[in-house]
Each structure stands twice: as structure tokens, then as C-alpha cells.
């Protein structure tokens, strides 16, 4: 088996297109602002429930509902709009001057605010939907503060041109539908089309979040069985904790609500009542929580709450829990997989009596979540420990495996920290030593996410499709069988024992096989079908194959043909082969992270690099392992100068001291670690 060689030269950039926002018209122009609890149209929308994201603004705040034509006849509203049009241009005085000095400043600076914020979520490569809602407020803003700002409505078109217009629109979409975006021209669109052509997840109606399809799932799942089994090898047990954690209780580890309030959704009123002004449901005002209820960031203030419970004496220690969640972090700006505003994960917590003991569980798991990487998903990782600005909130340590993907990125794949005393002592955990003095619990927690399921695309898919270690694939093995001729009853019987055979052969050899025998679909769209969703290993059998006591092998990827396989040698032939595939993508992947870590680069190189390096263009620069005097100013700088990150402090590299006697290549001072430098999903 040899790896491809592709690289990309053509650099691409993604246009974001702008929805604007239309207005009608009334007779006498008037503009009747759209406030909470306030005046309605029968059309407008409820209001949102009171299950707020922090930092995200409200999609109707501020927007003005303009009242269109009461008169049934359409001609005469158009005369009316003409000669309405016509005398406001001709008067002196601007609809703006009805608004107060206060009410025109207050809309200047909102306007300004709002412009700043789409302009960042541009630089961001927002996509179109997450831009249109605050493009309709800022043209909203614009609207109250002078009307003649914004556009009048376009002419409409005639229904005949309506109809082709969007016949053309529903053949551009049909046949977008299976297309997928080549790397080298897009690398960003190339993902999410795998995606969605192959079935693995897509958008959902509430923004921010995404619905994971039966093939997507099928991934976690494995995932989650193959780590199941070592956490539970580490010592920890599974249970659950509530989705809803007391307000008071996140307040408690001053660190730890720094780093997730603005991320946290919050719901504060326990029940909805209908609008009495018509406008459906709203939050019931006499429900309202004395405490707000956290949909739950992560779990830390609910378990060592509980911890409290739970840990007396040296002998309930070390105490180590596992839970498989759902959690809410609102987003901004989403990547199916890599960042979405509600994940899966699974999030383990340990209580120690020592600190040494904590250190070791967070180490251990990390090593779990490396060896894991490498073997099922065929991914190696770097593994290492955060700088101080990058750690997880309010722990002493966090330690990370960071991945490569094909276009230079990095990707935090798993992450463990070593949490001191600071939960414990939030939580006033304290238990008795075997000398019966009372001390403070060590702890530690850690976690990884669906966001492996983007790590694992990004790795090994190509622009054909999803490429599946087989380790991890739901289905290992495709059968698709050939039939014979309708009439050919001796044919149809021998290839149904031969495939029967065949199936069990496989099966009894622990292989995961599906038989492909939909006679509604073509034989030639079967094998697009799941090669584009990564099935590692195709078998064809027909009515000649079966008489020559063959089939046919068909590989994903690392070999070119089809290979011709006698129907004796099946499950050993298809066992070797899938465990070579297996080892042929771990070599690749590991080739490329070595070729994508550039060494001893100067910090004029890497900038000149990176500045304009963006997660669309293909192959990137890649990573760069340079010495680093530890400074959280320098590191923000360099952030600022061209969006790199610390992935990490490479574990081995800084154990083998690599960074003594060598200068900063930044400050020029005493080096403190080797830093793994790069952009980063």
C-alpha cells in the first residue's frame, strides 16, 4: 500500500453573502418600533423563551416592524406610495427629526456597536446565516435613524420569471447535492460537504446546535464503547448528574466562572403563560427562579457539591466518576463537530488525598486518551501540557493531545487538569487522614468530545469522501452481491449459498458486515454510495465469481485495484488486509504531523507564515516547535500579530530538555519550553 500524494497550490476564499433586510411601506411612512411585551403584528414571532445565551443578542431586539397597505387594491396603493414618495422628498424636514437628541445618539451608537460586530464576524468567515440576523438589526437601526437610508423594495418579478428562477435554484441545489468540494479549492467547504454528503450530521432549528445522523452516531458510539472500557480499566465508575446546575453554585470557583460565563445559557422562569396581548407564549413574570438554573458548561460545581456527600474518611479516597453528557456552550461561530453550542462528551472527575496522586490519575487519563487516538482512529497526537493562558478554568495544570490535520491546523483533541484545592476548597471537601487530621481533597477532571469525530474526518477523508479506519468504521465490510439472470434458478440458489457462506465467514471472524442486496439501485451506485461513506473493504460476488470459487475485494484507499480473493481464503484475506489499512493510515497520518512540525523557525518566519493563513486553504504551513520564554503578554502579541496559539509544551521534547541554553524566539531572552506554535480549529 503506498499514501497519496496531493497537494494543493490554488489558494480559495469564502464570500459571505449579505441578507438585507426590505421594508414597506405605509401611507403616512411611519415606523413603529418592535419592543418587548409591547405592540405585536399577528405575524411576529413569540418572544424568545428565557433560556438566554451569554453574549449572544436576541434576533428581534430592536428591529422596526413597518405596517404595509390596509387598501385591498393594489393599484391605488401604488398610486398612493408614488405621490407619498414624491412629497416626502420634496419636504425639508427628515423623519429623523421627530426622534429625540438622546433617542438619535443612542441609535448612532448602536449602529457603530453593531457595524464593529459584523465587520469581526466577517474577519471570523461567519457563514451567511449567522451573519443575517445581525445585518437586519443594523439595517434596522439605520431605518429608525433615517429611513431614506435603507433600500425600498426591489420590483417584483413576474411569475413566470419567479418560476425559472427557482427551477434553476432547485437544479443548482440538486446538483450541489452530491458534489464535494475539492481540497485544494476550498478546504473549509471540502469538510463540511463530506459532512453532509456522507450523511454524518447536519443543521438543526436551533442555532448552534447540529442533529447527528445514524452514520455520525455510529462513530461516537464506537468511540464511546472503545473509552467506556478504559475508564472503567482507570477506576472510575459511570453515573449522571442533572443538566441544570444552581447559579450560586458556578459562582462559588471565582476562575471557573471567569472562563464560562459568557458561554453559559441560563433559565430563569420555571414555566410559560399565553401573551396577554395576543402574542402567544412569553415567561410566566410570577415564575420567575429566585436562583437561575446553568444548562451545564461542564459539571465540576455539581459533582464536588456532591463530593462533599460522598468523601469522610482517607479511605473513600481516591474517589473517580465518569459521566456520558450533553453539555451547552454557546457559540458564536460553528463548525459541525468542532464547535457547536451543545456537544456530547463524556467528562470524568476524581478526588485524591495527595497532590502527587491527582497529578498522576490527570497524566494516566491523558495517556488513555493518546493511545486511544492512535489505535482506534488511527490519529497521532502530540501530547502536552497548556501555557498558563491556555489552561482550563481554575485548574493548576491542564495537560492536551494536539492533532494535525491536512491543511496545517491543529485540533485539541482531549484534554485533562490537575485542579489543586480549588474545588474542594469551594466546596469545603475535607477529609480525615489515616492520623485524624482533617485536610483538603486534590482533584482533577477530564474529557473529549464528539469534536474527535471532526479530528477523525479532517485526518484520513479525501476528496472523494470519508475515509474510515477500520477499527472505527460502523460497517468494516460491504457485500455487494451480483445476480444472476430472473430465470437462472440453479444461478440464484448457488450465489445465496456462496453469499450466505461468505457472511458467516466474515462475521465469525469478528468482522462488522453489511449485505448490500437492494435490488431498486444500481450496482455502480452502491459503490459510490459507500465509498463516499468511508467503508474500508467492498466485496463483489457474482454468478462467475461464485463458479470460479472467487470474489472480488475493493479497498477505500491504499490500493489502486480490485484484488481477486479465493471464497476458502475470505476471512483470513479480509482480516490481513483491514489490519494493513489500519497500519497504512496511522503511517500516513504520523508522516504528515512529522512533515507539518516545522523546527527552530524565527519568529518573522512563522508570522510571515501564518498572518495569512486560513482554515480554507490547503496544505497550510503547519505547526512550529520553537523555544519560548513562558510570557503571557508576549503570547497575547503574537496572537494579535497573527492569530497563533501555544498548542501546547510538547511533553517529550521539554522532558529531554531541548529548550536549555537556547533563546526565546521572540524576546531573545532565556528560553523556558519548547512551544508548539499554529493556528488551530
Not at 471570523?124 to 425600498?152: F, M, N, Q, R
Not at 432547485?170 to 478546504?187: H, L
Request: overall charge neutral.
Amino acid at each position: 500500500m503506498h499514501m497519496p500524494s496531493i497537494r494543493g497550490a490554488r489558494r480559495a476564499w469564502l464570500g459571505l453573502a449579505v441578507t438585507t433586510a426590505s421594508l414597506a411601506m405605509t401611507r403616512a411612512f411611519r415606523l413603529v418600533p418592535a419592543v418587548a411585551g409591547r405592540a405585536r403584528t399577528s405575524t411576529s414571532t413569540p418572544p424568545s423563551p428565557s433560556f438566554v445565551g451569554g453574549g449572544i443578542v436576541r434576533g428581534s431586539g430592536g428591529r422596526a416592524i413597518i405596517a404595509g397597505p390596509s387598501s385591498s387594491s393594489a393599484a391605488a396603493f401604488r398610486r398612493r406610495r408614488h405621490r407619498t414618495t414624491r412629497f416626502m422628498s420634496q419636504t425639508a424636514e427628515s423623519p429623523a427629526a421627530a426622534l429625540s437628541d438622546e433617542r438619535k445618539a443612542e441609535l448612532e451608537s448602536g449602529i457603530k456597536e453593531k457595524g464593529d460586530a459584523i465587520r469581526k464576524m466577517k474577519e471570523e468567515e461567519a457563514s451567511k446565516d449567522e451573519l443575517a440576523p445581525h445585518v437586519a438589526e443594523l439595517l434596522a437601526l439605520k431605518a429608525e435613524l433615517d429611513p431614506s437610508s435603507v433600500s425600498p423594495p426591489k420590483k417584483k418579478k413576474k411569475k413566470g420569471q419567479q418560476q425559472q428562477q427557482k427551477q434553476k435554484q432547485n437544479q443548482a441545489d440538486d446538483a450541489e447535492s452530491d458534489y464535494i468540494t475539492p481540497r485544494s479549492e476550498n478546504y473549509s467547504r471540502w469538510y463540511n460537504d463530506v459532512i453532509r454528503v456522507c450523511d454524518l450530521a447536519e443543521t438543526s432549528p436551533v442555532r448552534g446546535c447540529m442533529v447527528i445522523k445514524p452514520w455520525g452516531m455510529s462513530l461516537w458510539d464506537r468511540v464511546r464503547d472503545d473509552l467506556d472500557a478504559r475508564i472503567k480499566r482507570h477506576g472510575a465508575e459511570n453515573a449522571y448528574f442533572p443538566l441544570l446546575i444552581p447559579k450560586s453554585f458556578l459562582s462559588k470557583e471565582a476562575e471557573h466562572v471567569d472562563g464560562f460565563a459568557k458561554e453559559c445559557a441560563v433559565v430563569t422562569h420555571h414555566r410559560l403563560t399565553a401573551d396577554p396581548e395576543g402574542g402567544g407564549l412569553i415567561a410566566d413574570p410570577e415564575a420567575e427562579l429566585e436562583d437561575p438554573l446553568i444548562v451545564r458548561p461542564t459539571s465540576e460545581t455539581m459533582i464536588w457539591n456532591m463530593f462533599k456527600k460522598w468523601i469522610v474518611s482517607h479511605r473513600d479516597l481516591p474517589l473517580k466518576v465518569n459521566q456520558w453528557a450533553n453539555v451547552m456552550r454557546w457559540e458564536m461561530r460553528t463548525r459541525p463537530f468542532l464547535r457547536t453550542s451543545e456537544f456530547l462528551w463524556q467528562e470524568g472527575h476524581t478526588a485524591h488525598a495527595t497532590a502527587e496522586g491527582a497529578v498522576q490519575d490527570s497524566k494516566d487519563m491523558l495517556d488513555q486518551y493518546a493511545d486511544m487516538c492512535e489505535k482506534l482512529l488511527a490519529m497521532p497526537v502530540v501530547k502536552g501540557a497548556k501555557s498558563p493562558s491556555e489552561r482550563f478554568a481554575g485548574a493548576e495544570e491542564t495537560f492536551t493531545i494536539e492533532a494535525l490535520m491536512q491543511n496545517g491546523w491543529a485540533l485539541q483533541s482531549g484534554t485533562s487538569h490537575f485542579l489543586g484545592q480549588s474545588f474542594g476548597k469551594a466546596f469545603d471537601v475535607t477529609f480525615q487522614d489515616a492520623e485524624g487530621k482533617q485536610q483538603d481533597v486534590w482533584g482533577t477532571s477530564w474529557g473529549v468530545s464528539t469534536r474527535l469525530i471532526g479530528a477523525l474526518i479532517m485526518t484520513h477523508s479525501d476528496d472523494a469522501g470519508l475515509v474510515l479506519p477500520p477499527k472505527v468504521a460502523p460497517v468494516q465490510v460491504v457485500v455487494v452481491p451480483i445476480p444472476p439472470k430472473k430465470n437462472d434458478e440453479q444461478g440464484i440458489m448457488a450465489l445465496k449459498a456462496a453469499l450466505d457462506k461468505l457472511v458467516a465467514d466474515l462475521k465469525g471472524a469478528g468482522l462488522k458486515v453489511k449485505v448490500d442486496d437492494r435490488d431498486y439501485v444500481r450496482n455502480g451506485a452502491k459503490y459510490f454510495e459507500w465509498e463516499r461513506k468511508g467503508v474500508p473493504l467492498r466485496i463483489e460476488l457474482g454468478p462467475r465469481d461464485v463458479k470460479g470459487g472467487v470474489c472480488v475485494f475493493k479497498y477505500r484507499v491504499g490500493s489502486e485495484g480490485k484484488e481477486t480473493v479465493a471464497l476458502n481464503d475470505v476471512s483470513t484475506e479480509a482480516v490481513e488486509g483491514l489490519d494493513s489499512l489500519q497500519e497504512y493510515l496511522l503511517d500516513a497520518a504520523k508522516e504528515r504531523l512529522a512533515a507539518g512540525i516545522n523546527m527552530m523557525a524565527s519568529y518573522d518566519q512563522m508570522r510571515e507564515a501564518l498572518e495569512a493563513d486560513e482554515a480554507s486553504e490547503y496544505e497550510g504551513p503547519g505547526l512550529y516547535l520553537v523555544p519560548w520564554k513562558c510570557d503571557a503578554a508576549n503570547e497575547e502579541k503574537i496572537k494579535e500579530e497573527c492569530k497563533a496559539t501555544i498548542r501546547c509544551y510538547p511533553a517529550d521534547v521539554n522532558k529531554a530538555g531541548m529548550a536549555e541554553g537556547k533563546k526565546c524566539f521572540y524576546s531573545g531572552e532565556d528560553a523556558t519550553h519548547m512551544a508548539l506554535f499554529g493556528r488551530a480549529f
